[in-house]
C-alpha cells in the first residue's frame, strides 16, 4: 500500500471518518512486516485490535432456575414477613409520639410588659447584648484592615525593589 494513502486513512481514522473496509486496510497493513519507520507507533494500535477480535468469552453463565412452588412460597412469605415488619416498627413510632408528646398548653405570655419600667430595662439588656456582639465582631474586622494595610505595604516595598512601580 502506498504510504501516502496509509497516512490519509491514519488522519481519516482518527477524525472517525473511516470506513469498515479502511480500517481493514489500516489493521492489513500494519499487520505486515513493510511498516513505515513512522508509523511504527500505530502498529500496536492495530495488532491490537485484530488479536481482540479472535478473543472469545469462554466461561459459562449459570442457567437461571426455573420457579418451583416451593421457591414461589418462601418469596410469598418473605413478603408477609416485610409487610408484618413493617406495620410493626409504625405502631412503635405511633407509641412513642403518644406517650411522649407533652400536651400543648397555650401560652398568652408574648413578652410584653404591663410596665413600661421593665419594659424599657428589658430593651436595654437586649440592645446591650447586641452592641457587644457587634462590636467584637467589628474588632475583627479591624484586624483584618490592619493585616490589608501591612500587607500592601509589603508588596509595594517589594515591587519598588523589583523595579514596579
Avoid: C
Amino acid at each position: 500500500m502506498e504510504l501516502y494513502k496509509v497516512e490519509t486513512l491514519l488522519e481519516k481514522y482518527f477524525e472517525g471518518e473511516t470506513t469498515l473496509n479502511d480500517e481493514q486496510e489500516l489493521q492489513d497493513y500494519f499487520a505486515s512486516p513493510e511498516v513505515a519507520p513512522h508509523l511504527q507507533q500505530y502498529a500496536s494500535l492495530f495488532n491490537h485490535f485484530a488479536v481482540a477480535k479472535v478473543q472469545q468469552f469462554k466461561q459459562e453463565i449459570p442457567a437461571f432456575e426455573i420457579s418451583t412452588v416451593e421457591n414461589r412460597n418462601k418469596k410469598r412469605n418473605l413478603v408477609w414477613v416485610s409487610i408484618a415488619a413493617s406495620v410493626v416498627v409504625l405502631m412503635g413510632i405511633g407509641t412513642y409520639m403518644y406517650y411522649d408528646s407533652e400536651p400543648v398548653t397555650e401560652n398568652k405570655d408574648l413578652g410584653t410588659y404591663d410596665d413600661p419600667e421593665l419594659a424599657f430595662k428589658a430593651t436595654q439588656k437586649a440592645l446591650s447584648l447586641l452592641s457587644n456582639n457587634v462590636n467584637v465582631g467589628i474588632e475583627s474586622v479591624q484586624y483584618i484592615e490592619e493585616y490589608q494595610i501591612a500587607k500592601n505595604k509589603v508588596f509595594r516595598k517589594e515591587k519598588n525593589k523589583s523595579g514596579g512601580i
